[in-house]
C-alpha cells in the first residue's frame, strides 16, 4: 500500500551540527532559535525571514528574535521572497524523495517480473497413462469392494 504522506522526520548528526564552528560559537539563544527554525523548515518549509513576522509566527517577543537572529544563525538559511528556507534540510527532502521515486520504480518492475511469470502459459505436464490408469483402478477397486459387500 502506498504511503502519500511526506517523510515525519529528518535524521540529525549530533557530532556534525557540535563540529560546526558556526553552532559553536552561538549563544544558547541562537541555538534554541537555529533548531527551532530548522524544525519549521522541516514542517512548513519556510518561515518568515522580517523579525516581527517571525516574533509573531513562532509566538515570542520581538526583541527575544531580535537577540538570537544573528548572522550566526541566518548563515544556516537562505532569504528569498521574504522567507527563509534551510537548504540542507531541503537536499534530505529531495534525497528521501528521490529514494521513494527509487523504490517505487522497483516495485513496478518486480511486479511486471512477477506478473509476467504468472501470465505465461505453465507447461504441461503429461500423466502416462499407466499412472492415470492405476489412480482409476484403485480408486475403482475400492469402490467396487464397498458395493460388494
Given at each position: ?31 534554541g532559535l537555529f533548531h527551532t527554525l530548522r524544525l519549521e523548515c ?38 528569498s521572497n521574504g522567507l527563509f528556507s534551510c537548504p540542507e534540510i531541503e537536499d534530505y527532502r ?56
Amino acid at each position: 500500500m502506498t504511503q502519500n504522506r511526506k517523510a515525519p522526520a529528518y535524521q540529525e548528526y549530533a557530532a556534525s551540527t557540535l563540529a560546526n564552528r558556526q553552532f559553536r560559537l552561538m549563544t544558547l539563544a541562537e541555538r534554541g532559535l537555529f533548531h527551532t527554525l530548522r524544525l519549521e523548515c522541516w514542517e512548513n518549509k519556510q518561515v518568515p525571514s522580517n523579525d516581527h513576522q517571525l516574533a509573531k509566527y513562532l509566538g515570542y517577543e520581538v526583541s527575544e528574535i531580535q537577540i538570537a537572529l544573528t548572522d550566526n544563525v541566518k548563515s544556516f538559511f537562505v532569504e528569498s521572497n521574504g522567507l527563509f528556507s534551510c537548504p540542507e534540510i531541503e537536499d534530505y527532502r529531495q534525497h528521501l524523495d528521490d529514494i521513494k521515486i527509487k523504490q517505487r520504480e522497483g516495485g513496478k518492475r518486480g511486479a511486471a517480473m512477477t506478473n509476467g511469470k504468472q501470465n505465461k502459459p505453465r507447461k504441461q505436464t503429461s500423466v502416462s497413462d499407466e499412472g492415470k490408469s492405476s489412480a482409476n483402478s484403485q480408486v475403482a477397486r475400492r469402490v467396487g469392494v464397498e458395493s460388494a459387500a
